[in-house]
């Protein structure tokens, strides 16, 4: 599954330039040169030092920044076909140029569906939505599939019981949690869903030793059913456990090449 031939997300040249318009229009080069492959059933880590880009990188794959220059693509005909079985569709189940959908620039729409259906994104926090109990926070990425309402409440229930969320504080809203049980909230709304790419920003940074052992379990079992996954991971245990490979971004700036583990 870790074929380097056929990626299903890859970036070429990739660039990402702030521009602070607060700041009388300043700019900020914080990315150039960016090369990167990720196959099906891969988890590769971002490594490099605070401020070196890790995030920025995450937030361009998920459409929160706009990419500067460069390309960035998701090959949705690698290895014939996704896990739902259909052949080289894109998200909006329109067939794309090779199979391939290029992120620069996409609709907005577009990337909606593509947050829906291709790219889950776990952050460190919790967006909290007042009321919305933690049950109904988890549940929600499947419901706006169309999701069976009985059967999104069973996995989420069964997601926050293996992650040791008490069953006291399923149907109350996580604005009063704890940071680490917020973040447990946050991990199973991330994978309920199987996004066949998921984006891990310090998905263990609250958790205790138990907890981030449930969620290295996660993140095995996610990549034993054909999950790309983009991470960043400052616990050196957990990285070492979960990744195949680390991208350095220290020189991209300039041409970091990959390290093999
Ligand atoms: N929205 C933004 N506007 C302007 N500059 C930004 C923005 N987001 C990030 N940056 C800048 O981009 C650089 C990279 O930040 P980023 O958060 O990606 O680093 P990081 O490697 O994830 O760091 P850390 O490990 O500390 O989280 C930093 O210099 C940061 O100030």
């Not at 205790?208 to 095995?220: E, F, M």
């Not at 991209?252 to 990959?258: P, R, Y």
């Amino acid at each position: 599954m870790t074929s380097m031939n056929q990626p299903f997300l890859s970036a070429v040249a990739l660039e990402k330039t702030f521009t602070l318009h607060a700041q009388g229009g300043q700019t900020l080069a914080v990315m150039r040169g960016l090369d990167l492959s990720l196959a099906r059933g891969e988890c590769l880590v971002l490594a490099g030092p605070s401020g070196i880009g890790k995030s920025t990188l995450l937030k361009m794959v998920n459409g929160n920044y706009r990419i500067s220059g460069g390309r960035l693509t998701l090959h949705f005909g690698s290895e014939g076909q996704g896990r739902d079985g259909r052949t080289g569709d894109g998200p909006d189940g329109e067939e794309h140029d090779n199979g391939r959908l290029e992120l620069a620039d996409l609709p907005a729409q577009a990337w909606h569906v593509l947050r829906r259906d291709v790219i889950g994104y776990v952050s460190q926090f919790l967006r909290v939505v007042p009321r919305v109990s933690a049950r109904d926070v988890v549940m929600e990425p499947l419901l706006a599939r169309g999701a069976d309402e009985q059967e999104s409440r069973q996995r989420a229930e069964t997601l926050l019981a293996r992650l040791n969320l008490p069953e006291r504080l399923w149907s109350l809203a996580p604005g009063t949690f704890s940071g680490g049980e917020q973040q447990r909230v946050n991990i199973a709304r991330g994978f309920i869903a199987e996004h066949p790419l998921l984006l891990l920003d310090e998905p263990t940074a609250s958790l205790d030793a138990a907890n981030r052992d449930v969620v290295v379990s996660l993140i095995q079992e996610a990549k034993a059913r054909g999950t790309a996954m983009l991470g960043i991971f400052h616990d050196e245990d957990v990285r070492d456990r979960v990744a195949d490979r680390l991208l350095p971004l220290e020189g991209h700036m300039g041409t970091a090449s990959e390290e093999k583990l």
